[in-house]
């Protein structure tokens, strides 16, 4: 049975950086593309950065130059590392491969406040 477990999120300042985590149990990581996305009451689920299994990357226009997706294949993990955070990245992360569409983890929570 596939779980997703997001970590890392938490209360920042602008400006502010976070590294979120997402474990993967089982399947195998590096068999798959991966992504993170982000979700407000308001909205949808949005893809925010992709990371191919050849570790290919690619970001949404709202967070390019500020996030970095990165994978540790050994730890079955993806890492978002998240730059100069702004109050409109307040959001809950998930993690899944869009391929897949794994039952969905809890989500980390985000705010971005001064």
């Known amino acids: 049975q596939v779980q997703l477990v997001e970590s890392g999120g938490g209360l920042v300042q602008p400006g502010g950086s976070l590294r979120l985590s997402c474990a993967l149990s089982?399947?195998?990581?590096?068999?798959?593309?991966m992504g993170w996305y982000r979700q407000t009451p308001e909205k949808q689920r949005d893809l925010v950065a992709t990371v191919t299994t050849a570790r290919t990357t690619n970001y949404a226009d709202s967070v390019k130059g500020r996030f970095t997706i990165s994978r540790d294949n050994a730890k079955n993990t993806i890492y978002l590392q998240m730059n100069n955070l702004k109050p409109e990245d307040t959001a809950v992360y998930y993690c899944?491969?869009?391929?897949?569409?794994?039952?969905w983890g809890q989500g980390t929570q985000v705010t971005v406040s001064s």
């Open positions: 899944n491969a869009p391929s897949r569409n794994w039952p």
């Open positions: 089982g399947d195998i990581l590096s068999n798959w593309n």
